[in-house]
């Protein structure tokens, strides 16, 4: 069965097949930026790249702060810890509702001391920083096309929250997720 278009953010005129592109979004540095359809497809996508990880992996988790976003700070409450990548992935697998449709919350996944990144946006965009070219071959393999296409966040659009922040809390609690500044 297939779960609906992703959510996190939604744009009535953008409904792009899934594509993938090498983006350089500072001088000199890049990173590979994918855009799927379908909740699925982007679980799929997520979960797969995750597997390329280490046993040990850094989790920063960034929820938006309610309310305070017109006000001209930090929009963000930011959470992190160290944890094995097992735990990683069975508290997103409990809490995929969550990390996959919120789209007041970035998830974002280090290798432990360093290396390759991955951040599935508040958009539902997945980003990842790693000059592996592995990551070309699996979104070739799992049917993404290679073309930049402009990204959702570039036109107006607006966020879908699947909940508050405190519905994030079990999740934080699983993972040993502490708030950091």
């Known amino acids: 069965m297939t779960t609906p278009a992703v959510e996190k953010a939604i744009r009535e005129d953008y409904s792009p097949e899934p594509f993938f592109f090498r983006q350089e979004y500072e001088p000199g540095a890049e ?12 679980r799929e996508l997520y979960y797969r790249v995750l597997d390329c990880f280490p046993s040990m992996v850094e989790i920063l988790c960034k929820l938006e702060r309610e309310g305070q976003v017109e006000q001209g700070g930090d929009p963000w409450l930011r959470y992190h810890g160290v944890c094995q990548l097992d735990n990683l992935t069975s508290a997103i697998r409990k809490n995929e509702d969550w990390v996959f449709q919120d789209g007041g919350s970035q998830l974002c996944v280090r290798c432990a001391g360093g290396g390759d990144y991955l951040v599935l946006d508040e958009h539902g965009i997945l980003f990842f920083y790693s000059d592996d070219n592995g990551f070309r071959d699996l979104c070739q393999e799992l049917g993404f096309e290679e073309r930049a296409e402009p990204l959702l966040y570039e036109s107006g659009h607006w966020h879908y929250r699947a909940g508050r922040n405190e519905s994030w809390e079990p999740f934080l609690r699983q993972l040993g997720l502490h708030a950091v500044s």
Request: aromatic residues 16%; hydrophobic residues 40%.
């Open 31 to 42: 990173r590979w930026v994918a855009w799927t359809n379908t909740q699925d497809r982007l």
